[in-house]
């Protein structure tokens, strides 16, 4: 049981005590009564009269006597009731107050389960766009024909894609006629004539997961996630794409989260 817990036990047990005080200090001013009666009748004798003075010197003795007891005793009754309504109207804020605390933990697990469950959805989304690539390669001459063809799908397609849009690139490096000016601009035309179209749709769908992650409350655990979901050949054609300029939001998130850090064994590498 919490500190907390208990702190509440004991104002509820206090209270309680409180109003079973007030109560015998009512059964108090009854027997007090009954024995000031008792009193003057057993002194007195108690008989009854016609007698009008007889009757306010009863009222007096009676008033006399009980009228300072029972004013103690309303005074003592009014104290603790205030007290009562003060600790009633303390627990009353306690109560509010953990209710309030008990719905703000509920709002918070329904936003995560919320921000999960969209997470989760997008994931789904890239999933469903990784599986439905495809990409058809000859080993004849490059004419792509019927029996020759090397049909790629899915994840598989990541890596021959990439052959496709840097081969041009590795060639030029070898020959050593390499300028990375030319080099950006052959692969930005590159990338447009040969693969924009099959990764086009891939490259906005990580975009928005990557957008979403920022906006959520627990960027790292998805982000983490979306890394480890990516394939070398992924993370190589989204550092490409970054890098070249042809998303520079896409660039800034992937490299705040490090999307691609095992690319390059955990090195975090500039994409300008």
């Known amino acids: 049981m919490?500190?907390?817990?208990?702190?509440?036990?004991?104002?509820?047990?206090?209270a309680s005590m409180l109003y079973q005080r007030l109560s015998i200090l009512k059964w108090l001013a009854i027997i007090v009564f009954l024995i000031v009666i008792g009193l003057y009748l057993a002194i007195f004798n108690g008989e009854l009269t016609r007698?009008?003075?007889?009757?306010?010197?009863?009222?007096?003795f009676v008033g006399g006597v009980l009228n300072p007891i029972f004013s103690l005793m309303a005074l003592?009754?009014?104290?603790a009731t205030f007290d009562l309504q003060v600790r009633e109207l303390k627990?009353?804020?306690?109560?509010?107050?953990?209710?309030?605390?008990?719905?703000?933990?509920?709002?918070?697990?329904?936003?995560?389960?919320?921000q999960e469950a969209s997470f989760f959805n997008l994931l789904g989304v890239l999933a469903k766009v990784v599986d439905g690539?495809?990409?058809?390669?000859?080993?004849?001459?490059?004419?792509?024909?019927?029996k020759s063809a090397i049909k790629y799908s899915g994840r598989e397609a990541f890596h021959p894609l990439c052959n496709l849009w840097l081969m041009d690139l590795?060639?030029?490096?070898?020959?050593?006629?390499?300028?990375?000016?030319?080099?950006?601009?052959?692969?930005v035309e590159k990338?447009?004539?040969?693969?924009?179209?099959?990764?086009g749709h891939y490259f906005q769908v990580v975009l928005s997961l990557v957008r979403f992650v920022d906006r959520s409350n627990d960027k790292s655990y998805f982000s983490e996630i979306i890394a480890a979901h990516l394939t070398i050949y992924e993370m190589e054609l989204i550092h490409y794409y970054c890098l070249l300029g042809l998303?520079?939001?896409?660039?800034?998130?992937?490299?705040?989260?490090?999307?691609?850090?095992?690319?390059?064994?955990?090195?975090?590498?500039?994409?300008?």
């Open 91 to 114: 627990l009353s804020a306690k109560e509010l107050k953990n209710s309030a605390d008990a719905l703000a933990a509920q709002n918070a697990t329904m936003e995560r389960q919320n």
């Open 2 to 14: 919490s500190d907390e817990s208990q702190i509440h036990d004991a104002d509820v047990a206090s």
């Open 247 to 272: 998303s520079d939001e896409l660039r800034d998130l992937v490299e705040k989260y490090e999307l691609i850090a095992r690319l390059y064994a955990g090195k975090k590498v500039a994409l300008k």
């Open 76 to 79: 003592i009754a009014l104290l």
């Open 51 to 60: 007698d009008q003075d007889k009757w306010g010197q009863f009222g007096d």
């Open 133 to 146: 690539l495809s990409y058809k390669e000859s080993s004849l001459m490059g004419v792509v024909s019927s």
């Open 191 to 199: 990338y447009f004539d040969s693969i924009e179209f099959r990764l």
């Open 170 to 187: 590795l060639r030029a490096h070898r020959r050593g006629d390499f300028d990375v000016d030319i080099a950006k601009e052959m692969l």
